[in-house]
T-cell receptor, first 108, second 112 residues
Framework: RKEVEQDPGPFNVPEGATVAFNCTYS??????FFWYRQDCRKEPKLLMS???SGNEDGRFTAQLNRASQYISLLIRDSKLSDSATYLC?????????FGKGTHLIIQP | NAGVTQTPKFQVLKTGQSMTLQCAQD?????MSWYRQDPGMGLRLIHY???????DQGEVPNGYNVSRSTTEDFPLRLLSAAPSQTSVYFC???????????FGPGTRLTVL
C-alpha cells in the first residue's frame, strides 16, 4: 500500500464552485503534513501546512484528522488559475512522502 | 534570495555516459534532497542529506551518487546513464527532514 494515497482525478469543476480533496496516509508516525501545488512542467510549490486544528488561507482550508489518518483540502470560489495538480505530503524523520497528486481543472 | 537553483534545465545523454546535476540553496537549510518524478509514479526520493558530510539513501538510490561538502551544494551524479533514468529531477531543501521543502525548477533528463 502506498504511504500517501489520493484520487488522481481529474476533477472538472465550474468556476466559482467549491471543491474538496482528501488523501489518506498510512504512517502513524508522520510528524507534519502539507498540500503542494504543481503546475504543468513546473516544480511543486508549497500551498499550505495542515494541522489538526485546521488551517485557512484565503479561499483554501486544510484539515488533518489523525485518528482517521486523512487530510483534506477545500477550495472555495474556485478560479481558473486554481487549475493544477495538488499533492498531498506527509513528513517525518524519513523525509517527505508525496502522493501522486489530484488533477484539478476549473472550467469557465 | 535565489532559493533553490538547479543546472542544467535540460540534458540529453547517451546510455553509459555520466553526468552531474547541480543543486544549490542560499537559505542555510540543513536538509537537502533529490527526487525524480515520472508519469504515474509521483515524486520519489533518491538521496538526502541532513547536513554537510552526511548523506543517505532514499527510495530509489540505485545508479546515483551524492555528496555534501558544503551546506549550500548537493550535487547528484549519474554514474552510467540508463534509459530508465529518463525523468524530471527535482532538488529540494528545508530546515529539517519533516519540514516543508522548497524545490528547484527541475532538470529534464533524457537518456537515449
Amino acid at each position: 500500500r502506498k504511504e500517501v494515497e489520493q484520487d488522481p482525478g481529474p476533477f472538472n469543476v465550474p468556476e466559482g464552485a467549491t471543491v474538496a480533496f482528501n488523501c489518506t496516509y498510512s504512517n502513524s508516525a508522520s510528524q507534519s503534513f502539507f498540500w503542494y501545488r504543481q503546475d504543468c512542467r513546473k516544480e511543486p510549490k508549497l500551498l499550505m501546512s495542515v494541522y489538526s486544528s485546521g488551517n485557512e488561507d484565503g479561499r483554501f482550508t486544510a484539515q488533518l484528522n489523525r485518528a482517521s489518518q486523512y487530510i483534506s483540502l477545500l477550495i472555495r470560489d474556485s478560479k481558473l488559475s486554481d487549475s493544477a495538480t495538488y499533492l498531498c505530503v506527509r513528513g517525518g524523520a524519513d523525509g517527505l512522502t508525496f502522493g501522486k497528486g489530484t488533477h484539478l481543472i476549473i472550467q469557465p | 534570495n535565489a532559493g533553490v537553483t538547479q543546472t542544467p534545465k535540460f540534458q540529453v545523454l547517451k546510455t553509459g555516459q555520466s553526468m552531474t546535476l547541480q543543486c544549490a540553496q542560499d537559505m542555510n537549510h540543513e536538509y537537502m534532497s533529490w527526487y525524480r518524478q515520472d508519469p504515474g509514479m509521483g515524486l520519489r526520493l533518491i538521496h538526502y542529506s541532513v547536513g554537510a558530510g552526511i548523506t543517505d539513501q532514499g527510495e530509489v538510490p540505485n545508479g546515483y551518487n551524492v555528496s555534501r561538502s558544503t551546506t549550500e551544494d548537493f550535487p547528484l551524479r549519474l554514474l552510467s546513464a540508463a534509459p530508465s533514468q529518463t525523468s524530471v529531477y527535482f532538488c529540494a531543501s528545508s530546515y529539517s527532514s519533516s519540514g516543508a521543502g522548497f524545490f528547484g525548477p527541475g532538470t529534464r533528463l533524457t537518456v537515449l
